[in-house]
């Protein structure tokens, strides 16, 4: 079963840790990767730039109208995610604590489960 770990990014949150804790988050992926490409789970993760860099497109009698910035005002924003495919939800949800990101209050790790795939992906 597939699985997208979304990491959420509040910016509130983020800004009112310590460097130091914000470097053991940074730094608390690289042995959560390993485990995770060890075990065969990963199929592949992204980490997203911020919103402030994003553009949207809507289309507006059949013209692309493009603005700056992001889709939504929100105080929460997606920061990046995990693709994985494990046995059963009950496993995603036991990688998922396992994401440094899950340990700070105000922040978590949303857990969904792939319906459809299609593409360069598919395993």
Request: proline share 5%; with cysteine; charged share 25%.
């Amino acid at each position: 079963m597939k699985f997208l770990l979304i990491m959420h990014v509040n910016p509130a949150v983020w800004d009112s840790l310590t460097e130091e804790e914000r470097t053991a988050v940074m730094e608390g992926h690289g042995p959560f990767l390993e485990e995770i490409t060890a075990s065969g789970e990963l199929i592949m993760t992204q980490a997203l730039a911020d919103p402030s860099q994003s553009a949207v497109v809507r289309v507006r009698d059949d013209r692309p109208v493009v603005t700056d910035g992001p889709y939504l005002e929100a105080k929460e924003y997606l920061g990046g995610y995990y693709l994985v495919d494990c046995e059963s939800k009950e496993r995603a949800l036991q990688l998922a604590a396992l994401i440094p990101d899950a340990r700070i209050d105000g922040l978590g790790v949303e857990v969904r489960q792939v319906m459809f795939s299609h593409g360069q992906l598919d395993t």
